[in-house]
């Protein structure tokens, strides 16, 4: 599968009008192609948040390209980057949780809109809604708190971006409705805590959704700062959530990309 070796341009390009494509960034950043938008996910690009290493390599927000829409699933430092909002080429919103405009564009993040659970709102012929997500909604240590939710996209194909959340009740209403789902597997850490998925409970979200196809994020980007705190395997997580999803989703198509992997539909 090629990689993103130099800006995608302005989402003309035949290949972004004929139908979806998907390039992971590392952790919670995807970039979506679909009907000639260009959408991406929680970007964080840079070396290093706060104590944690990227261990794998930065992206430069220009060879993204100009995006026409930014979405964010809560305010937690790996998936709201105030640098990288900042940097990163947009020509449309940033599309937050409730409330986060006011925190945010005091910060120099201009155009944001905030979303609840269930609201719907459009980007050119995109319609982006709201979906419920279990998580802390805190930006820890003394920032402030949003409720968290996940997206679904939907335009010639639907793409359902989970952010970081555990199994919720309403999960399996998305069943039916998702061509490609985008799941978290995992963190950071040598484990993960409440208000995450590991590869188990992924592949029982994947088996509720019941989606076409679906892409492990959130996983193998980020670690502790020290070498000596930095995973031993850091892919483990996508290579178990793919081959649980053999066995118990069989029927899914499952992609595990690399950071910068591009992959179409």
């Known amino acids: 599968m090629p990689m993103l070796s130099r800006a995608p341009g302005t989402g003309d390009s035949s290949h972004a009008r004929a139908g979806l494509a998907i390039t992971w960034l590392g952790h919670a950043t995807v970039l ?7 959408v991406i996910t929680d970007p964080v690009l840079r070396k290093r948040i706060g104590p944690l290493a990227r261990i794998t390599a930065p992206v430069d927000p220009d060879a ?20 990288t909002l900042r940097a990163l080429p947009r020509r449309g919103p940033v599309l937050g949780p409730y ?50 939710v996940g997206y679904l996209i939907r335009g010639s194909s639907s793409v359902y971006f989970a952010g970081d959340t555990d199994i919720f009740p309403a999960m399996s209403m998305l069943r039916g409705s998702v061509d490609v789902a985008l799941l978290p597997v995992w963190g950071w850490g040598r484990s993960v805590g409440p208000g995450h998925l590991d590869p188990e409970r992924a592949v029982e979200a994947l088996v509720q959704i019941a989606p076409t196809a679906a892409i492990p994020i959130h996983w193998g980007t ?35 990309l690399s950071p910068r992997e591009r992959t179409a539909f």
């Not at 979506?32 to 260009?38: A, C, I, S, W, Y």
């Not at 993204?64 to 640098?83: E, I, N």
């Not at 483990?236 to 081959?243: D, G, I, L, N, S």
């Open 32 to 38: 979506l192609e679909m009907d000639g938008r260009r």
């Open 64 to 83: 993204v390209g100009r995006v026409d829409c930014v979405l964010l699933s809560h305010l937690h430092a790996d998936h709201t980057d105030l640098p």
């Open 99 to 148: 409330p986060s405009r006011r925190w945010l564009t005091a910060r120099g993040v201009q155009d944001v809109r905030e979303l609840r659970v269930g609201d719907e709102t459009g980007v050119g012929e995109l319609r982006v809604t709201a979906t419920p997500a279990t998580h802390d909604g805190r930006r820890r240590p003394f920032g402030p708190k949003a409720e968290p």
């Open 222 to 256: 980020f670690a502790l700062g020290r070498p000596a705190r930095r995973p031993v395997d850091p892919g483990r997580p996508a290579r178990e959530f793919a081959e649980l999803a053999e066995r118990y989703a069989p029927g899914v198509d499952v992609r595990v």
